[in-house]
């Protein structure tokens, strides 16, 4: 079986866990944990590891995750590391906090740019977002100098690149391809 497959059925069960019991935040929260903890070199080793026996893991997991997690949270642990799919947690865990979204009718974008955005800017592509999508957005700020300028924006499945970093690269494109002299 493949590894969406496994991540979606998991994440599926546990969404619907939470929301029966009325608990997804506190889940989506717990499920975003371990996401996070998940890209620790030390995590990703342990929860790869063939030798290391499945209760060392989960009690390991148990112990980093704390008394805060809910436990439905420490049982599904329990649950994907009896079942021997430990390595599917960072993928488990970003499928939840997507479906929680999409069940919330928040729709994640990402806006990248160069330089840090001004707040009243940043306010006005969000609302823009959330009038072309008819949807609640969160809007995530990325910083990427290597796009010299302009802005990359992506919005679900669509993405808009008005980076100086594409616009050269199209130049060099047609310089190279000999296209060029035909816009002239």
Do not use: W
Request: proline share 3%.
């Amino acid at each position: 079986m493949n590894e969406s497959r496994i991540s979606v059925r998991y994440s599926k069960a546990l969404f619907q866990s939470a929301l029966d019991r009325n608990i997804l935040d506190t889940i989506n929260r717990d499920m975003v944990v371990i996401g996070e903890i998940c890209t620790l070199p030390e995590i990703k080793e342990l929860l790869t590891n063939p030798v290391i026996r499945p209760a060392k893991k989960a009690e390991t997991l148990k112990d980093i995750l704390g008394k805060d997690i809910n436990p439905l949270t420490l049982s599904f642990v329990d649950l994907v590391v009896k079942n021997g799919r430990e390595r599917f947690f960072p993928s488990i865990a970003r499928v939840f906090t997507h479906r929680t979204r999409k069940f919330k009718g928040v729709t994640e974008s990402v806006l990248t740019t160069a330089v840090k955005v001004d707040p009243e800017l940043k306010k006005k592509v969000s609302d823009l977002i959330e009038k072309l999508f008819d949807t609640r957005v969160d809007l995530k700020e990325n910083i990427d100098e290597s796009i010299i300028g302009g802005f990359i924006l992506k919005v679900e499945d669509n993405y808009v690149d008005a980076s100086i970093r594409n616009k050269l690269r199209k130049i060099k494109l047609e310089l190279v391809t000999g296209t060029f002299e035909k816009h002239i």
